[in-house]
């Protein structure tokens, strides 16, 4: 059974820095792609980060790039977002999305986890 379970958020001040974890189980973060999403209040939810199955290769949504890095721990099976440089406008709830399955792959999806950029 594939369960995505996301830690880590909080407040923050504006310039201060946030790593998000994601622990996934039922299946290996290295063999599918996993994404990192986030909504913030009267928005719709909107990718931030991605990163592909065996090769690793990452993409940012550009109001994120240079300051956002998704990464994965193999050993750990878990999902990364090293968020540094952080603005009023990245408070969103942040959730955790895999695309799991090799005939007929399924969207999961993490509760979320709320951070908070604020003075």
């Known amino acids: 059974q594939v369960q995505l379970v996301e830690s880590g958020g909080g407040l923050v001040q504006p310039g201060g820095s946030l790593t998000l974890s994601c622990a996934a189980s039922g299946f290996t973060v290295g063999n599918y792609p996993m994404r990192w999403y986030r909504q913030a209040p009267g928005k719709e939810r909107e990718l931030v980060a991605s990163?592909?199955?065996?090769?690793?290769?990452?993409n940012y949504a550009d109001s994120v790039k240079a300051r956002f890095t998704i990464s994965r721990d193999r050993s750990l099976n878990t999902l990364y977002l090293q968020m540094n440089s952080l603005k009023p406008e990245d408070t969103a709830v942040y959730y955790c999305y895999a695309y799991v399955g090799l005939i007929r792959p399924v969207d999961y999806w993490g509760q979320g986890t709320q951070v908070t950029v604020s003075s």
């Open positions: 990163i592909s199955g065996s090769g690793g290769r990452t």
